[in-house]
T-cell receptor, first 112, second 110 residues
Framework: DTGVSQNPRHKITKRGQNVTFRCDPI?????LYWYRQTLGQGPEFLTY????????KSRLLSDRFSAERPKGSFSTLEIQRTEQGDSAMYLC??????????FGPGTRLTVL | AQRVTQPEKLLSVFKGAPVELKCNYS??????LFWYVQYSRQRLQLLLR??SRESIKGFTADLNKGETSFHLKKPFAQEEDSAMYYC????????????FGKGTRLSVIA
């Protein structure tokens, strides 16, 4: 286990298309977080799970965004009908509850 | 409201000079404060947290509740310290998501 992994690392899509990202947390971590980072900003919280339960969603998470963690292991983040404003780095982090959050390398989304 | 402010976008210092990266916060309860670092082409990683009271890579940070600050300091900067530094907070239990500042890019000039 080499840490949190995210796939794909880069995604280029056309406006209006749907995209899905995957995050694999550190295996024993029960908490999983999604963040978004745009140029010149720090990471901004989107949502988090404890095991398979989605416990909190930021108001940044519009109706076009949905996240799942079906078996309490990996998680997916889907964006429907992408817009140019969705272009960002999407970061995943995991932790034991409570505990230090460990981050993945991110998925960079570019919406043309 | 929870807020983390890093007033400097960019800080340039000469090798061997002291470094201070500023961080101020706003939080209604008891916070836990962190510094995360991102080196070029690497993932975000924890540098230090205030409850550990450790010195990591020569960096220290002291929580000043009166001034609501958590400034990061190092007496002698090294070229390998050049990176993006983010201050972040959560509640004291560590149960809430991290709230980040916008980050400060540290550039250490040889």
């Amino acid at each position: 286990d080499t840490g949190v992994s995210q796939n794909p690392r880069h995604k280029i899509t056309k406006r209006g298309q749907n995209v899905t990202f995957r995050c694999d947390p550190i295996s024993e971590h029960n908490r999983l977080y999604w963040y978004r980072q745009t140029l010149g900003q720090g990471p901004e919280f989107l949502t988090y799970f404890q095991n398979e339960a989605q416990l909190e969603k930021s108001r940044l998470l519009s109706d076009r965004f949905s996240a799942e963690r079906p078996k309490g292991s990996f998680s997916t983040l889907e964006i429907q009908r992408t817009e140019q404003g969705d272009s960002a780095m999407y970061l995943c982090a995991s932790s034991l509850s409570p505990g230090v959050k460990f981050f993945g390398p991110g998925t960079r989304l570019t919406v043309l | 409201a929870q807020r983390v402010t890093q007033p400097e976008k960019l800080l340039s210092v000469f090798k061997g000079a002291p470094v201070e990266l500023k961080c101020n916060y706003s939080y209604s309860g008891s916070p836990e404060l962190f510094w995360y670092v991102q080196y070029s082409r690497q993932r975000l990683q924890l540098l230090l947290r205030h409850i550990s009271r450790e010195s990591i890579k020569g960096f220290t940070a002291d929580l000043n509740k009166g001034e609501t600050s958590f400034h990061l300091k190092k007496p002698f900067a090294q070229e390998e310290d050049s990176a993006m530094y983010y201050c972040a907070l959560s509640d004291y239990s560590g149960n809430t998501p991290l709230v980040f500042g916008k980050g400060t890019r540290l550039s250490v000039i040889a």
